[in-house]
């Protein structure tokens, strides 16, 4: 039968106070008793009612006093107050709705009125209290989402600054939180691909600085889009030379394949490159070298400034290998041609004698189809 609900009963005749209570009671309401004005709201702080049946006619403060304080505080400002009079309700009606009062009850209580005006005003006070947590509700979940929103844009931000050092994939598992793991110094199989200029010496000592940055930023703008477009990592810029690796960190399926391929597209896009230098007089081509092998990975480098590196044979395969190549060719090791066997053209072009390798190793070059 209990409702849960909480009344506070207001009046300084003890006998008024008793009737109301145990009328409450019998229904299952939770009753709080209240002699004066003043002990009434000493008692709303800590009780916190959901309905005031508050007597008029008191000395200290009038139920009007006491419904106009109740009005001035946010906490209380929508509590149901009903004013209790043995006056004629009429004239005390618009003194009432002036203070703030809900509802109006006459002396002596009808307790079927006193019900029914009591139920009304709590549906009122839930449905008040109900759009007062849904609206706290919507406030936690726009913290919540302002809060996402400045992680996310933070995150962007800490992605932006790791992609200047990085490899996209890297900085992306960096930020996710997994990357710490792929930092660390470990083994595993790659294929490395090493582009390197030809006739790049000859022409830093004609060219101006400015042709050398020039000619440098349209070459690195190239192969830096095709190894994103391939998903290679791209280990380092030394000058004219470029070190990209496959399978690490981001595990590619057929690593020697997209190398070979990075390689060949990367040919035909340094065409209209040299062309265009051709014409002020300088002859340059580009050297590409592929090996396949297992190599040593992970962060090298010092507090505030860290690279991702790769090394190994399999690296120094490669850059001997690029050394090899004449402008325009693209020379694998014979582990990486046997991975692109099928999917691409080569031919071997015999053992040659690299410096650093006690044994020859026999070149092969991809064809352009």
């Not at 004066?36 to 000395?59: F, H, R, Y």
């Not at 090493?194 to 060219?207: I, S, V």
């Not at 192969?223 to 791209?234: E, K, P, Q």
């Not at 692109?340 to 071997?348: H, P, T």
Request: hydrophobic fraction near 45%; glycine fraction near 10%; charge should be negative.
């Amino acid at each position: 039968m209990s409702t849960g609900a909480k009344i506070m009963v207001v009046d300084d005749t003890p006998a008024n106070v008793k009737l109301l209570a145990d009328l409450l009671a019998v229904k299952g309401y939770g009753v709080a008793t209240a002699a004066n004005g003043e002990q009434a709201l000493e008692k709303l702080s800590s009780w916190k009612p959901d309905l005031v049946l508050l007597d008029i006619m008191m000395p200290g403060l009038s139920g009007y006093d006491v419904c106009r304080r109740i009005r001035a505080d946010a906490q209380t400002a929508l509590l149901p107050v009903v004013l209790v009079t043995s006056l004629d309700p009429q004239s005390e009606r618009v003194k009432g709705i002036e203070a703030g009062a809900d509802d109006f009850l006459s002396k002596p209580i009808n307790q079927a009125e006193l019900f029914a005006r009591v139920k009304s005003l709590l549906r009122v006070k839930s449905l008040q209290d109900e759009v007062k947590r849904q609206a706290e509700q919507l406030a936690e979940w726009n913290a919540g989402l302002e809060a996402r929103v400045h992680e996310q844009m933070a995150q962007i931000g800490r992605l932006g600054r790791l992609k200047s050092f990085f490899s996209p994939q890297l900085a992306e598992a960096i930020v996710a939180g997994g990357g710490e793991e792929l930092l660390r110094t470990h083994r595993r199989e790659i294929t490395v691909a090493f582009f390197d200029l030809r006739g790049f010496t000859a022409f830093t000592e004609d060219a101006a600085p400015e042709e050398v940055m020039e000619l440098l930023h349209a070459y690195h703008a190239e192969l830096g889009r095709l190894v994103l477009a391939h998903g290679g990592t791209l280990e380092r810029f030394a000058g004219d030379g470029v070190m990209v690796f496959f399978n690490d960190p981001v595990p590619v399926e057929r690593p020697a394949e997209e190398a070979a391929r990075l390689a060949l597209e990367m040919q035909g896009a340094f065409e209209p490159i040299a062309a265009l230098w051709k014409k002020r007089g300088h002859d340059l081509g580009l050297g590409v070298g592929i090996a396949q092998g297992y190599a040593t990975l992970g962060a090298i480098g010092f507090e505030g400034r860290w690279d991702y590196a790769a090394i190994g044979r399999v690296t120094n395969l490669a850059a001997r290998l690029c050394g090899e190549a004449e402008g325009g060719q693209v020379l694998l090791d014979r582990k990486s041609m046997a991975s692109v066997d099928g999917a691409l053209e080569a031919r071997s072009l015999g053992e040659r004698s690299l410096k650093g390798f006690a044994q020859p190793v026999e070149a092969f070059e991809l064809r352009r189809t």
